[in-house]
């Protein structure tokens, strides 16, 4: 088992910057790439990034690509979103997730259903 806990999320002006956290408790962190999915309301959930379980590997939505930068330090057992020029349609609940694969791929890392543990959420709310 894993857990999930985020923080960093709150309420900013259209073109600012947060960096959300992500950290794991449990089983080995570094056994797990990460995800950062969002869903705002009535909408379904996103993907936004994904790291494979040694950092070395990326992946992003390209609605986010060049924005938001995805990172971890298995030393702390935390995974970080970097999200920056952020706009009204980022409003959403952020995410973290981890799946029991190692690497990222663009077929399988977008895709809810692969990550078998997710936390509670943290909410970013841009106004314009």
């Known amino acids: 088992q894993v857990q999930l806990v985020e923080s960093g999320g709150g309420l900013v002006q259209a073109g600012g910057s947060l960096r959300l956290s992500c950290v794991a408790s449990g089983r080995t962190f570094s056994s797990y790439a990460m995800g950062w999915f969002r869903q705002s309301p009535g909408k379904e959930r996103e993907f936004a990034a994904a790291i494979s379980w040694s950092g070395g590997s990326t992946y992003y939505a390209d609605s986010v690509k060049g924005r938001f930068t995805i990172a971890r330090d298995n030393a702390k057992n935390t995974a970080y979103l970097q999200v920056n020029s952020l706009k009204p349609e980022d409003t959403a609940v952020y995410y973290c997730?981890?799946?029991?694969?190692?690497?990222?791929?663009?077929?399988?890392?977008?895709?809810?259903?692969?990550?078998?543990?997710w936390g509670q959420g943290t909410q970013v709310t841009v106004s314009s």
């Open positions: 997730a981890a799946t029991q694969r190692r690497t990222v791929s663009s077929y399988y890392s977008k895709m809810a259903s692969e990550y078998s543990y």
